[in-house]
């Protein structure tokens, strides 16, 4: 039987006593300049079990603190074991159906994905690859976390391209036959929640299913490339999760190369797979802002490197300083996207001045983090999704923080979990 890299795992949800209003949160990579967030969701949460317990919010990962707070997490995750929290289902998927804050419901299916057949490198050919740039030194203290972690709790999710929806959707029409395992609210505008235990009979359709979108990849001929590896899993959130768990395993082997680790858990990782053609799947910029520089001197340089100027070009974006707003288009491009050619730019002169650069969703948002911080917002033009696969598959992996897959409100929230010792 042909598999893909992603395939059935043993998952651990909480059991039904359990109150998964309070254990579901929002994943680690939002809200990183709005510590209010986090404040708030610790209030909500309170004394009971919860995912926020097992986590750490990435505005804490500079911390002084943080190598405490990481002992903590590892400590309560082998609590939260002996006090049989979780039940544990053995190869399984889970059907999960997210109702967004709008109303429009999110598909997907639980898995694990195969670290194998996942490289992050820019010119990646393998089976899962990532959609933008890796930044290593985000690595370690992530790994840091995973390391004598029991449980790994993910916020990845996988995009597969299935324009005719032959995968994931047609479990929606037989949702009333499978097993209900969970159903929420979940916190602070988030929507709501529900997972369902799929069947072996229905686990391989899907690997059927995914098994011949492999076989069928348009892209691959529609760019020449018949006979080249297939991009079958592209990465949407997540992707330094993704990059850390890889990073672990391969630590690993090299710590033991005598050992067979070819079926050890640390091998996989827990993902959520969904198709790009989902409806509320809306690609946003993910916007620029850039504090602790002198303004003038980084917008003086700004328009020499890019030559901007106001006559109309294919890359523009909008610039706010001082309460001032200026919309430029770029006349010296150094990358296909704006994105990337306005990123290119910083990352040099942050280096060569310092200062600090923050990625931040939602345009209002950045604009009163701009003044708030007396910096500058940077306001980035929207991605389409469908060019996502074949940008990726031509040009390898995005400027990183390039798009995002909607509001921070809908992003993922975890609940499942899975042994990875």
């Known amino acids: 039987m042909k598999k893909t890299a992603f395939s059935a795992a043993d998952i651990l949800v909480p059991n039904d006593k359990i109150d998964m209003k309070k254990w579901s949160v929002i994943a680690c990579d939002q809200y990183t300049s709005e510590p209010e967030y986090w404040e708030k969701t610790q209030k909500n949460v309170g004394d009971a079990p919860s995912a926020l317990n097992l986590i750490l919010p990435e505005i804490y990962l500079e911390s002084a603190d943080v190598d405490k707070i990481i002992e903590k997490i590892h400590t309560v995750m082998k609590q939260y074991i002996e006090q049989n929290i979780f039940t544990e289902y053995k190869d399984a998927m889970i059907y999960v159906r997210r109702t967004q804050g709008n109303g429009i419901v999110r598909e997907g299916i639980i898995g694990k994905i195969d670290l194998e057949k996942y490289d992050f490198n820019k010119g990646s050919v393998s089976e899962v690859r990532a959609t933008e740039a890796t930044v290593v030194e985000r690595i370690p203290p992530r790994l840091k976390i995973r390391k004598g972690a029991p449980l790994e709790l993910p916020h990845i999710m996988i995009l597969i ?27 602070m505008d988030g929507g709501s929640i529900e997972g369902y235990l799929l069947d072996g009979e229905t686990q391989n359709k899907i690997n059927d299913a995914l098994c011949n979108l492999a076989e069928n990849d348009a892209f691959n001929k529609k760019y ?45 990782a827990l993902v959520e797979i969904v198709n790009l053609h989902s409806p509320a799947l809306k690609f946003e910029a993910i916007h620029r802002l850039v504090y602790n520089v002198d303004c003038d001197k980084l917008i003086s340089e700004m328009n020499g490197t890019l030559g901007l100027s106001d006559n109309p070009s294919e890359q523009f974006f909008e610039y706010i300083c001082g309460g001032e707003s200026h919309k430029v288009y770029i006349g010296k491009p150094s990358s296909n996207l704006t994105v990337g050619s306005l990123q290119n730019f910083l990352d040099r002169y942050i280096s060569e001045n310092n200062g600090k650069i923050d990625y931040i969703h939602g345009s209002s948002n950045v604009k009163a983090l701009a003044a708030e911080k007396n910096g500058i917002a940077f306001i980035l033009p929207d991605m389409d999704k469908v060019d996502l696969f074949p940008t990726v598959i031509k040009d390898g992996a995005l400027p990183r923080k390039t798009f995002s897959m909607g509001h921070a409100d809908d992003k993922r929230f975890y609940i499942e979990a899975r042994a990875i010792l």
């Open 161 to 187: 391209d299935d324009p005719e929806n032959t995968v994931i959707e047609p479990l929606g029409a037989s949702a009333g036959s499978f097993r209900k395992l969970y159903s929420t609210e979940l916190m």
């Open 224 to 268: 020449g490339l018949d006979g080249e590896p297939v991009l079958l899993y592209a990465m949407g959130d997540g992707n330094h999760s993704l990059a850390t768990a890889k990073e672990y395993y391969q630590q690993l082997k090299a710590s033991r190369p005598e050992a067979d680790l070819s079926n050890h858990p640390a091998r996989y």
